[in-house]
Structures are given as structure tokens and as C-alpha cells.
């Protein structure tokens, strides 16, 4: 396609229109032009592709549903992912779509966003990292992404209108550090902006996101898409770098942009920008010339299988009760053991080709006994269900409950209101552990809930929504077919209350206030020393695992340079398993509040028993820098940094200490409202401003009249000058120090040495 004289050919009128879809999953076609029209489809853990000849645009042919982001995140395995993305480019190629919508990669800010099972994680890094390894599968098809939802949409409640409000470093600490790593390394074909309001204005028309951020700062070359009706002002949007909306507005938005341009308000140069970039994007997908391909859904529903038991994470594994002994007695209890919860609600839900329950999968292992226990498709608790259930459960010597959240809880368009399971599940759960002490709880959810049960029972394995192959891979962790490997990409706290949102979510009317900054998820806990039901990072094996020999490239570094970190990782115990070596990062001291610890690194590593590995992590600048507002870029601090590397975010194994030499300056420039603490915390402010200082202390505490005050007195008082305007100088003495001229000529000489 010769887009230059395509552009020159375009009436005014056809290049609006090219901004808009044609209906809902299509871009226009201009036939006179031999432009073409692309089909974009959801996405994001399976292909949702419109059937052509169904009445709604909702109606999906068949297709394999792989685990949901939630699940995937936790295997911690880039690589799988990048396996995943690629069975879905085949998928896509092959049903012509040209671009699969996904991955989603907001951060899960409270555990109640009813699309957290589509998000990875809390923490930016990684879902940063395993959005970039999805988008790298799928693209290797040549079918585009869209990274989603750019940026700070982390709730249902009011997602059309409301406000993140946040200042600058947890904007680009948290919220887009999500999706940075990803848009600069794996570079999507196109990013779809979130519905939401960031501080006040639409994310579908905001220059500081679309322009500053993603195009100026992170060098985005890609295509930007309106997620569904999520423009507000067209012709704003086209200034900002918006430059698809999608779906249709059948025609009033595109003759908005006209007038806008005939009128004077739009730049036609800003719109012949975005429809260069609308016909790269056909150029480059446009499946009409491409041959015929195949793709085979028995395959994709095996390896479906295979991502959700690396994903499952065993929480807990009391009396090593897993993996579970097939001369006992079992039962599986719970409808979901027969109809398992494997996906969520909205526009990522897959029409399935076949679903594997836990029924169907555990005939190749053993016979087991089921009793329902509860309805799947209600909370009520149903006496006989439950009597059927504990009779059951005293016949046999070990209980597998499968339990979680049903569909009435999670899904995209409202939040949970609470952490809660549902009570008939939970009294079910009561019922059995009063006549076994043999249970174990198999989980099917989107995202963390309360486990009041947990002391109660052996163990704990968390499936998440484990796509339509969970029964598969619940059974291969239950019967030691596979050993798990996935560790939790959140914290499940003890209760809703203790998470850092909880009195912010889901804000005011439209206003959210993000008061609660950087520390989100781990953050959070790991700083108030609280306790949570299970880490971020954690889960567990049926092997062990030995750590030692960290090694660091050098002790002492400049902040630009590399750091390469080893350790050897051993496998103690009896079974070949998969470590998640996890690497954290701790500023020693510093003058800005910051993390007790933050991720950096992660590598999983499979060990036969006895085997031994050398695993390595480079570090760079990023991994010690916080984000200064001051100077609107990242900035490392010099001093001491601690390298952790742990099985879990509290399970730290091995330490070392690197000292990061930097130039960054956190400049502060003075004014007379600077306190006198402040200045005198820098050497060059303490150098000319000491002597005042202590002129002051010692008139305010009464040394001037010889009365000498005690020490606490002079505690008080020069801590009161510490947090003393400069301005004070002209003031607290007996006789004038100097001239408020004087005064304003040695701040500004401070100020003139502290910008050199
Ligand atoms: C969702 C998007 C989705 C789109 C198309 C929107 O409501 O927020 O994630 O891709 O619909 O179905």
C-alpha cells in the first residue's frame, strides 16, 4: 500500500471516516482506494470472533479458552505465555481476524475490580512482563494486539466516567509501569484506551497519556483504538493521538472531525497523522491476501491444559495431604468439580468447544465419590445438598472440595461488594471439616477472597480461572502428574479491610482518589509489617528447594552501569519441580518514602532431584530508580541497596548489598518558606546557614540572658527552628540578623551552587 499518495488521494470526508469502525468489529473500507477492511476480535485468553451470521454482535463462534490472566500470571513463565500468544495468532490467522484485543494489564488496585481475573497483577513489573511475552506470541503471526485498557482503569463501578486521581510518581510508578515494558519492548500493534477519566480528563483524549507518555516518552509508534464507546470528544481525541473509535458512532463522530477541520478548531495535519496510522495498521494485518491456514482446537484445548497446571499455586500443603494417595478413599465435593468455573463474565468470554471438568479427568487416576454440595448457580444454602455432602465426606478418607466464586460475583460491568465466598459454600466447607480432617479446597476465582476456612483444612490449591481445561490440570497437581509451580501474583490479605484501597474504592460519585499513592498490594502490606493470608510470591511445591551462592558483579556500581546477580538454585527433595526465583529490591535509606521491597526480576527454573543451576538477573538503572517529580523523569538515589532473591515476597533466601553511586540530583530550589531544617540538610545551605541557626537556638532557649533551660527545652526549641521558615530569621532575635535584601541574596546564592 502506498500510503503517501493514498493520503493525497482522500477526501476530507473519507479520511473521517476511516477514524470510526465500519460496524462493531470492523474498520471502513474505501473501495475506490482498494483500502481494505480489517476485523478486530476479543481477546483476550481466547478468540471471541463474531459469527457472521448470528443476529448480535455479541454471538461468538467456537474456540479454545485458555486460562485468564489472572491464572497465567502466576506461572511466572514467559515463556508459556509467549506459547499461549502463539496458539492464539494461529487461531486468528487462520478466522481472519486481524487484530485479537488484549492482553489487559491494569493493575489490580483493590481485590473487588470485577475484570481483575483479565489483569496480571499488582505489581507493575510483572504484568508488565507477561503482557510484553503475550504480545510477542501473538505477534509472531502477524496478527496485532491491542494492549489494554491504557491506563488506570481499575474498577467497573462508573468506568465510563470516573476519575483516577492520582499524583505524578504513582501515575508512573504503578499505573503505567504496567504497560510501559510492554509497549517499549514488545511493541503492540495497537493499545486500547480505558473508558475512565484520568485526573479529570478522558483517557480517550488526553494529551499527557496518548501524546507525552506513550508517544513522546516511550517512543510508541502503534495504533491507538477507543476501547468500545469510550470516545467522548472526537475531534479532541484526534489532537491527542486517538486515532480509531471504535465501534461505529455511524457517522456522527466522523462528521464532528469535518466541521472541526472546515471550522478551523482541528489541524487536518493531526488527522492525516491518524489516518496514516489507521492504514498502516490495514498494511500491515490485512488478512484478505493471505493463504488459507488451519488451526486445530483438540491441540489447543491440550495445551490449554498444560498452561493451567504451571499457573495452579498450591497455597498450602499440610502434612504433605497433596499430592493425594489413590489407596485412600477419595471424594470430590462441590458442583464446580463437575461444571468448573473456568472463565469470567463480559467481553473476554469464550463460546467454548469442550470444557474438561475434575469429574471427567480424575477416571485416569482413580474413582472418587461426588456429592453436589451446593447449586452452582445460586448462594443459598440447601440443607439436603449439604447432608448428602457430609455423608459422603465421612464415608472417605479424604475430601477435595472444589469451591470459589461463581459468575454472580465476578465479572467485567460491577465490582464484588466484598472478599466473601458464598455462604452455601462456606457452610458446606464447615459441615465437612466437623466429621474429616482430611480436606482439601480446590479454588476456582478471579481474584483473592477471604479464606476463613483456612486453618481448617490440609490444603489449599488456587486453579484461578483456569480456562475450559481446568478440570484437566486440577486433577495432573491433585494425583502428582504435575508438580505446581506457580506462585500468587497478588497478596491475599486476611480480610477486604485491610487492603490499602479499602476506604477509596470505588470513590465519590465520579472522583477516585488513588490516596493510598505507590503503595498498592505488597507495597502496602510489607510496609505496615502486616500480616496477609498469603503473600505476593508465594506458593508451593512438592519438591524443595535450596538457595546459595549469590553473587554480585560488584559491590559498588554507578547508577547507569549493569548489575548481573547470581545464585545456584538446588532441588533438595524427591520430585523434579519448578522454582519462581524472585528478586526484590531494597533502597537501604532514602530520602523519599519508598517500598520495603519491590520486584525487579523473576526467573523459573526446572531442577531434577538433586540438580543444581546457576540462575542470573541483570539489573539496570530502572531497577533502583524511583520516579522524580521534581525533574519528571527517574532518578537514582546514591547510597545502599539491598538485592534480595526469595521464594515468595516473605520468603526471602538469600541477601547482598550493592552500593549505587549516582549524579542525580533531587534538585530543590529554596525560597524564603524553605525551612530552616531543610537547608541545613544540604551542605551547602548548612555551610551558610549554621551560624544563624545556631544564633537563634540559643536566644529562643534563653542562653542569650545566661538563664541556661534544660535540655529537653532546648529540644523543643531547635526543633521548632528545624521546621522554621527562613523567613524567621528576620524575626526571632533581639536585634535584626540581617535585611530581608540580604536574606533573599543568600538563598538565591545557595540556590545559584545547588544548580551547578
Ligand atoms: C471492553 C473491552 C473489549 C471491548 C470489545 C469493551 O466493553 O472494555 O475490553 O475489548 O468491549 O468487546
Known sequence: MNIDAILKELTLEEKASLCSGSDYWHTEPIERLDIPSIMVSDGPHGLRKNDENADGPNESKTAVCFPSGC????????ELLTTMGKALGQTCKAEKVSVLLGPGCNIKRS???????????????????????HIKGVQSSGVGTSLKHFCCNNQETRRMSCSANMDERTFFEIYAAAFETAVKEAKPYTIMCSYNRLNGVYCSENEFTLDQVLRKKWGYKGLVMSDW??????????????????????????????????????????????????????????????????WDMDSQHQLSQKIASECAVLLKNENSILPLDTTKKIAFIGEFAQKPRYQGGGSSHIRSYKVTSALDAVKQFCDVEYAKGYAYDTDDIDDSLIAQAVQCAERNDIVVVFAGLTDLYESEGFDRKHMKMPENQLRLIDSICEVNKNVVIVLHNGSPIELPFADKVKGILEMYLGGQAVGGAACDILFGKVNPSGKLAETFPMKLSDNPSYLNFPGFRDDVAYNEGIFVGYRYYDFKDMAVRYPFGHGLSYTTFEYSDIALSSNSIRSDDELTVTATITNTGHCDGKEVVQLYVSDVQSSIVRPVRELKGFEKVFLKPGESKKIMFKLDKRSFAFYNEAVHDWSVEEGDFIISLGSSSRD???????????????????????????????????????????????????????????????????????????RGILTFTDKPLMTHEELDNMIAEVNSTLQK
Open 652 to 726: 526471602i533466601r538469600l541477601q547482598a548489598n550493592v552500593f549505587v553511586s549516582s549524579d542525580d540530583t533531587i534538585p530543590y530550589l529554596l525560597t524564603l518558606n524553605s525551612t530552616f531544617g531543610d537547608l541545613i540538610s544540604i551542605p551547602e545551605g548548612k555551610k551558610v546557614f549554621d551560624p544563624y541557626f545556631e544564633k537563634i537556638s540559643k536566644y529562643m532557649s534563653g542562653d542569650q540572658q545566661g538563664e541556661t533551660m534544660g535540655s529537653s527545652t532546648k529540644q523543643m526549641v531547635e526543633s521548632m527552628l528545624w521546621y522554621m521558615p527562613l
Open 111 to 133: 481485590p473487588l475490580c470485577g475484570r481483575n481475573f483479565e489483569y496480571f497483577s499488582e505489581d507493575p513489573y510483572l504484568a508488565s512482563q507477561m503482557a510484553a511475552a
Open 71 to 78: 491464572a497465567t500470571a502466576c506461572s511466572f513463565d514467559k
Open 229 to 294: 464507546g469510550a470516545v467522548n470528544d472526537r475531534p479532541k481525541g484526534i489532537k491527542a493521538g486517538l486515532d480509531l473509535e471504535m465501534p461505529t458512532s455511524f457517522g456522527t463522530n466522523d462528521a464532528m472531525i469535518v466541521k472541526s477541520v472546515k471550522n478551523g478548531t482541528l489541524d487536518e495535519k493531526d488527522l492525516d497523522v491518524c489516518v496514516r496510522r489507521i492504514l498502516e495498521l490495514i498494511d500491515k494485518t490485512d488478512m484478505s491476501s493471505q493463504p488459507e491456514s488451519k
